[in-house]
Nanobody, 125 residues
Framework: QVQLVESGGGLVQPGDSLTLSCAAS????????IGWFRQAPGKEREGIGC????????HYSDSVKGRFTVSRDNAKNTAYLQIHSLKPEDTDVYYC??????????????????WGKGAPVTVSS
C-alpha cells in the first residue's frame, strides 16, 4: 500500500524550531520529487517548498524563504521540513506530497501523485 505519513507536529512556542518528517511506504521516495504544503481551515492550500529527485535541488515559496528547509534522506525513505523561528501564523496542517518526475521540482499541488494526511502544528504561548 502506497502511503506518505507525516509526523513531528504538535504544540510549540513562538520562536521554537520544529522538524516534520514524511515517511514513505509502498514505494521508493528517491524516484519522486517531494513537496511540502500547508493549509489552515477555510483557507487554500499553500506551497512551502519542494526538493527534486535528480539532484536534490530545492525551491521555496517567496512567502517562506529563509525559515523553512526541505531535505530528504533516500536511504531512510523519508523527507523532512525544518521550520525555524516559528510564529503563531505558522499554525496550520502541514502536508507532504510526492510527484514522480526526474525534472526539477515544481511547487504545485496539482502535480502531486501522492499525499500524506497531514500533521497539525500549533504555535502558541
Amino acid at each position: 500500500q502506497v502511503q506518505l505519513v507525516e509526523s513531528g507536529g504538535g504544540l510549540v512556542q513562538p520562536g521554537d524550531s520544529l522538524t516534520l518528517s514524511c515517511a514513505a511506504s509502498g514505494f521508493r521516495l528517491n524516484y519522486y520529487a517531494i513537496g511540502w504544503f500547508r493549509q489552515a481551515p477555510g483557507k487554500e492550500r499553500e506551497g512551502i517548498g519542494c526538493i527534486s529527485m535528480s539532484d536534490g535541488s530545492t525551491h521555496y515559496s517567496d512567502s517562506v524563504k529563509g525559515r523553512f528547509t526541505v531535505s530528504r534522506d533516500n536511504a531512510k525513505n523519508t523527507a523532512y521540513l525544518q521550520i525555524h523561528s516559528l510564529k503563531p501564523e505558522d499554525t496550520d496542517v502541514y502536508y507532504c506530497a510526492a510527484e514522480v518526475t526526474i525534472d526539477p521540482c515544481v511547487l504545485s499541488a496539482d502535480r502531486m501523485d501522492y499525499w500524506g494526511k497531514g500533521a497539525p502544528v500549533t504555535v502558541s504561548s
